[in-house]
């Protein structure tokens, strides 16, 4: 039977909200109220919509992670959409796996660490806006890219990429930090996407187009 732990303390509220999402639901209640202060019943009710949606797509539920050492976890709440052995890419030297998962604006948005180590280094990159449901994303979208390195010395790489509306890439690491397993560090806000690049041996234990939730689906296994 695996063991499983909680990398952050848990939340204080029953419906927690990431600390990013603040200002979009006092803003978008302000305007509601105002709305509502001018009898505007139409706007009143789509203000409102709007700012249940803003505290669902913040929702930033506790998670339970494995306890397996050689376990790599998702760091995102997504679709696999790219799953395959790589010879070369811009974070990796030499061959690796990367594993790509594509967040829509339903998916929980806030992003975790897929393996414990040690930041080594952070490279933020500018680029386009294209959808992030595409491969050519990866190398052509606005992105950071998060180095880590484990505690046994493997190296991997974890890049949140900017989508078609995903405008603001939010990472609260830094170089040098040491993470656990399945640990906040960011989130993009409004649909985006984030490849993991790890050594080519890794165990790969999920399929394109499987469902994955951050911290808690296990991508693969180092070797």
Do not use: W
């Amino acid at each position: 039977m695996d063991n499983f732990s909680r990398p952050d303390p848990p939340g204080q509220t029953a419906f927690s909200v990431a600390k990013a999402g603040y200002p979009f639901i006092l803003a978008s209640a302000f305007i509601t109220a105002v709305f509502a202060l001018l009898e505007l019943t139409v706007l009143s009710l789509t203000g409102l919509a709007v700012t249940i949606f803003i505290c669902y797509f913040f929702r930033d539920p506790d998670r339970v992670v494995t306890n397996k050492n050689s376990a790599v976890v998702s760091p995102a709440d997504g679709k696999v959409v790219e799953a395959c052995i790589k010879n070369s890419n811009p974070y990796f030297e030499g061959r690796c796996l990367k594993i790509s998962i594509f967040m829509s604006v339903f998916n929980v948005h806030v992003n975790r660490i897929p393996h414990e180590g040690k930041v080594e280094k952070i490279n933020y990159y500018p680029g386009k806006f294209i959808s992030a449901n595409f491969n050519k994303a990866s190398t052509d979208n606005e992105r950071n890219a998060v180095f880590i390195k484990t505690n046994q010395g493997k190296k991997y790489c974890v890049v949140q990429i900017a989508g078609l509306i995903a405008r603001r890439i939010i990472c609260e690491v830094h170089d040098g930090d040491k993470m656990a397993r399945g640990q906040r560090f960011g989130m993009i806000c409004f649909g985006s996407r984030l490849d993991v690049y790890l050594p080519d041996d890794t165990k790969l234990n999920v399929c394109i187009e499987d469902r994955v939730k951050a911290g808690t689906s296990i991508l693969g296994y180092l070797t």
